[in-house]
């Protein structure tokens, strides 16, 4: 029989759940989420700035992943990692 291991979680995984548990309305649930998908989308955009400044990203390859099935690429990729 296994036994069940106790959640740890991170400093900041506790900070957000904190900061979770204030949430009152629906109004506020979606400021939060649209505050966080901001951040992330602020992050990508500066990191593939980055990817084109350095000549790894270009309106090539930009084209040849727009008609990729991206789904299924990552489902590759993972299987991958997990073989490895």
Same mark, same amino acid.
Request: a negative charge.
């Given at each position: 029989m296994?036994?069940?291991?106790?959640?740890?979680?991170?400093p900041a995984?506790? &900070?957000?759940? !904190?900061?979770? *548990?204030e949430? $009152? *309305? @629906?109004? !506020?649930?979606?400021d939060? /989420?649209?505050?966080?998908s901001? &951040? &992330?989308? /602020?992050r =990508?955009n500066?990191?593939? +700035? $980055?990817?084109?400044? #350095?000549?790894v990203?270009?309106?090539? %390859?930009?084209?040849?992943? +727009? #008609? =990729?099935?991206?789904?299924a690429?990552l %489902? @590759?990729q993972?299987?991958?990692e997990? *073989?490895?």
């Amino acid at each position: 029989m296994t036994t069940a291991q106790p959640t740890v979680f991170t400093p900041a995984q506790l &900070y957000l759940l !904190e900061v979770f *548990s204030e949430i $009152k *309305s @629906e109004a !506020e649930l979606l400021d939060i /989420k649209k505050l966080i998908s901001d &951040y &992330y989308a /602020k992050r =990508m955009n500066a990191h593939l +700035n $980055k990817l084109w400044d #350095e000549g790894v990203l270009d309106q090539k %390859r930009l084209d040849e992943i +727009n #008609e =990729m099935d991206l789904h299924a690429w990552l %489902r @590759e990729q993972k299987a991958v990692e997990q *073989s490895v």
